[in-house]
């Protein structure tokens, strides 16, 4: 290892440890190691927000019956987004739609140990994007309608606490 690695390398170690400090273990884990990472080539539920922080998350849906059998989500968003997309999709998984609605943005912050004020809402863009999927799957079906790509258009119908989000 020459000079210029181990400077890089002393740097990232100096970098983590500081976020570990401010955001804390859990989240930086999940950040560095973000879970269910991805798109899905054929969700049954999906829905894409953009936050008024300007950061998008996208989450996929597999559903049998009425369980979430498979959640993966992306973002462009901030290290804190990663955590909780990664977490959001962990906690949906195995769960019943309605029980899946109960993983708000509180849920999201305390399976990861808590975030800074400043990042609080990246906790809300999951758990809205995660209900706006779930909301717009079951009104598409209500409706009789195909699930899936279709409901791309729905994804930007504001739930009410999307709206709390853009401060509507
Ligand atoms: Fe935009 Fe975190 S700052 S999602």
Redesign the pocket.
Known sequence: MDDFDRFARDLQETIIKQAREYYGERVVEFWLNPRNMGSLDHPQAYARIT?P???T?EIFLEIKGDRITKATFT?D??G??LA?GSMVTQLAVGKTLEEAQAITQDVILEELGGLPDE?K??AL?ASDTLASAITGFLSAKSQGKSTGHALEDDASEATPALEKLNGS
């Open positions: 936050g922080c300007g950061d998350m973002t968003g901030c804190p987004s909780c990042s809402h990246c863009l």
